[in-house]
């Protein structure tokens, strides 16, 4: 064979060796790695929302109790006031004279009843004797007996007048914060019950009420435990709460339940509950917005995940494990809520389950995977929590068997 020949030869048969080297060495690609954990057996409690507003303990509209004119205004609008601070003055004069005509009454009926006494005696002297009868003793005693009731009445009457003179003075019923003033110096107001002249309103700032309502649903399940024994009704216990602000990102605000209403709205279906919750620096205020949560269960075993594993299906939510043959496979689950950063799983898990929480997005049900042990960890609690086991769930199994 020519030289030639045998390079022709040579050029076509090292293309070939080539391809079926490159061919050999690209063979199946390596499993993906993924890490993976069994879920996180955590004792928890459950968390109830509800949004509500806060209100004032005590609020008090204040108006007189006598007519006249007012003379003074002593408070600024808005301010802080102390229970018994003055508020507003009524002119006093004409009740001042109206008491002093009083006391002369009663002066007056003290004189009368005096001397009905000692014509009473009189009148017993002479008929012991026998100069007068008896009759004339009785008118005697008839004509006491009126007087000393006279001088009860004009006492009466002069307590009465010095309630109006007092009265004239009007005073915060409570401690708290004032509104503005309705009626300035020199207008006339007017008592007459409900329809009394309004002059401000007081409401209390420290505790506060924070109001709420809850479903049906709520109040039955909330009763179920009761019964069961797992949880009981804020009817009867403290139940605690915590409380966010419109401007919040955490629960600052914590209090306790203090009242369930008795009957359910038939118009909503709803239940009012209420929450006594401390205001030390006076920031709440009626009226405010808030978002509340409110233990909603005893303290419970519960599996957790990353709520980054869990991935959407349809209508259904998944997670992704590996089996025993390092195969990919899905499994639908029931969810409860988000406890420091880690999602409650109800149902679909066991505790010998490795989940996948790092590299989901490289697989798929059925392929084979490389997995890698991991651990997964709840971040720091945002809300009172009992004392908690962190482990993941086999281990935990493994140890409660133990005990």
Known sequence: MSGAVRWAVGALILPLLVSCGAKKADGPPPPPPV???????RQI????????????????????RVSGYVQTVGFR??????????????????????????????????????????????????LDKGFVSKSVYDARLATQRSADAAVEAARAQVQARQLDVSFTRITSPIAG??????????????ASGSEATLLTTVVSLDP????????????????RANEAGTRTSSRYASNPVDIQLQDETGYNWHGRMDFVDNALDTGSGTIRGRAVVRNPNNLLTPGMYGRMRLLGSGAYTALLVPDASVLADQSD???????RDDTVQP????????VDGLRVVRSGLSANDRVIIEGQARVRPGMKVAPKAGRIVSAAPTAPQPSVLE?????????????
Request: charged share 25%.
């Open 208 to 223: 506060m009420h924070f109001a709420f309502t809850g479903s049906e649903a709520v109040y039955l399940k909330y009763q």
């Open 77 to 126: 609008d808005g301010d802080i006031v102390r229970k018994g601070q003055l508020l507003f003055v009524i002119d006093p004069r004409p009740y001042q004279a109206a008491l002093a005509q009083a006391r002369a009454d009663q002066a007056s009926a003290e004189a009368q009843s005096a001397n009905a006494k000692v014509e009473l005696e009189r009148a017993k002297t002479l």
């Open 331 to 338: 499994r639908k689950v029931i969810l409860g809520p988000i």
């Open 45 to 64: 409690i459950d968390w109830d929302e509800f949004v509500g507003r806060f209100e004032a303990i005590q609020s008090v509209e204040v108006r007189p």
């Open 317 to 323: 939510k998944v997670v992704l494990v590996a089996a």
């Open 35 to 41: 890490t993976v954990s069994a879920p996180l057996a």
């Open 177 to 190: 914060r004032v509104s503005d003033h309705r009626v300035d110096v020199g207008n006339l107001v007017a």
């Open 391 to 403: 482990q993941p769930a086999a281990q935990a199994t493994t140890a409660k068997s133990g005990r």
